[in-house]
């Protein structure tokens, strides 16, 4: 088990208040587990899922309570996830991840937020390729035994697993899967008495691309912008 490659965060260019956007995501994220499996957390784990991340994120319960009583309710937004592809400048490829209620006004304005900060879109399944969407799952390293860990999880669908860091620059454990076993590696760790920091479904890039730091900064500056609208979940990209 070595150290686990991550991409570039772009914090430093954050604008807005990441915790209200946090907030929000989390929200279409427990509308749109609950219209798929229901709201009784024992038997949906995909809503167990996005209540960890909640947690995460320091969401308040009586938050979590309201979005599951919301998306339980007639007329609850009708999301639909989206997933679009392009460049940023400098050849970098980059995924954008949307829940939206509008799919109009939403390609409108991730176009616009390539092309306004010097990227392109490109068509469905040109830069998809480049990356594998996989089960990402973030553990505190206190008590556990990584190797022994490892060794055990590897019947339930691990593929990857190593040592990384959070935003804060804490010491974490990242446990990768193929996107299929994301239910047999979760109800593992939950067998394990293992609640994980975080519980994601992420698109990782095949290669890193390393940039000098003016290039890496010109795009990290069109992936904030991005990041800011409303329907954009997440912005995944190769930059190294």
């Known amino acids: 088990m070595g150290r686990i490659f991550e991409t570039r965060k772009a914090t430093m260019f954050a604008r807005w208040d990441k ?3 946090a ?29 960890q991340n909640a947690r995460a994120v320091n969401m308040p319960k009586d938050k979590i309570e309201a979005a599951i009583k919301k998306a339980s309710g007639q007329g609850a ?4 996830e989206i997933l679009y592809e392009g460049y940023g400048p400098h050849g970098i490829a980059v995924l954008v991840e949307c829940a939206t209620d509008n799919p109009t006004r939403t390609v409108a304005n991730v176009r616009a937020g390539f092309v306004h900060n010097g990227g392109n879109m490109a068509t469905t399944g040109s830069v998809a390729f480049q990356f594998k969407r996989m089960g990402v799952f973030r553990l505190k390293p206190e008590g556990l035994d990584a190797e022994s ?8 669908g691990l593929e990857e697993m190593g040592e990384g860091v959070g935003e804060k620059g804490d010491a974490q454990l990242i ?3 193929a996107f299929n076993e994301f239910g047999n590696l979760q109800k593992a760790l939950e067998d394990r008495k293992i609640t994980p920091i975080s519980a994601e479904h992420e698109y990782i890039p095949a290669t890193m691309t390393e940039l000098p ?9 069109m992936i904030d912008k991005l990041e800011q609208d409303d329907d954009v979940q997440k ?6």
Not at 213 to 221: C, G, I, N, R, S
Not at 235 to 240: A, F, R, T
């Open 19 to 21: 915790m209200s956007k």
């Open 23 to 51: 907030f929000s995501r989390i929200g279409k994220e427990v509308t749109i587990a609950v219209k798929k499996g229901g709201p009784d957390v024992a038997n949906n784990p995909a809503l167990r899922r996005v209540m």
């Open 77 to 80: 937004a009708d999301y639909e």
């Open 149 to 156: 860990l490892e060794l055990e999880l590897i019947d339930f």
């Open 175 to 177: 446990v990768r899967c």
């Open 213 to 221: 730091e003016d290039q890496a900064t010109a795009v990290l500056k």
């Open 235 to 240: 912005v995944y990209h190769n930059l190294g």
